[in-house]
């Protein structure tokens, strides 16, 4: 099973327990049936992540590297567009490239670190549609972030977790283009 098709999984699977609960509400009519999600939906699809030029936890290969990150990245994405987008509304992103922020430089232990600074900033490139209730496409497009936040320096943020100045120009990007002023 490839990293796309167990993000996917996971992604269907922690929404499982909520179909379950309202397949189990039998006495629904059809007017509560039809209405709007109780939140926005996040869907998000990493394609050929194998390429992504940059994806890499310090210490661990780009191919070790990507189960764990991706998924991690997907989920705080469904999260963060919950949050932020009106209820019913769906947002699919298609995640075509990462360069995670930084550059990785050998260290005195022979493993390879992670240095962040100005001069290599996050870049994404993706795909968006944004849809309402109705499946109608209210924004759609092609997007590349160059985010130089670095949260100084760090590759780790308590609040965003990993890959933190690629979390940042998501929702700084989410923020721009979705949320009323």
Request: hydrophobic share 45%; glycine share 6%; charged share 20%.
């Amino acid at each position: 099973m490839n990293i796309t098709s167990r993000l996917a999984l996971v992604l269907a699977v922690a929404l499982v327990p909520a179909l379950s609960a309202h397949a189990q509400k039998r006495t629904a009519t059809k007017a509560v049936i039809n209405q709007p999600l109780l939140r926005a939906q996040g869907v998000i699809e990493f394609v050929k992540p194998w390429t992504y030029t940059d994806v890499q936890i310090t210490g661990s290969s780009a191919q070790d590297s990507l189960p764990v990150l991706l998924p991690d990245l997907g989920k705080w994405l469904v999260h963060e567009i919950a949050d932020l987008l009106p209820a019913g509304t769906t947002l699919k992103i298609r995640i075509l490239n990462i360069d995670d922020a930084g550059h990785l430089v050998p260290s005195r232990t022979g493993t390879r670190i992670r240095v962040v600074d100005r001069n290599y900033p996050a870049v994404v490139d993706f795909d968006y549609v944004y849809t309402d209730v109705n499946n109608r496409v209210l924004k759609s497009g092609h997007w590349r972030f160059t985010n130089f936040s670095n949260r100084a320096g760090a590759t780790f943020d308590s609040n965003l977790g990993a890959m933190p100045t690629v979390k940042d120009g998501f929702e700084r990007w989410l923020r721009q283009t979705f949320v009323a002023r």
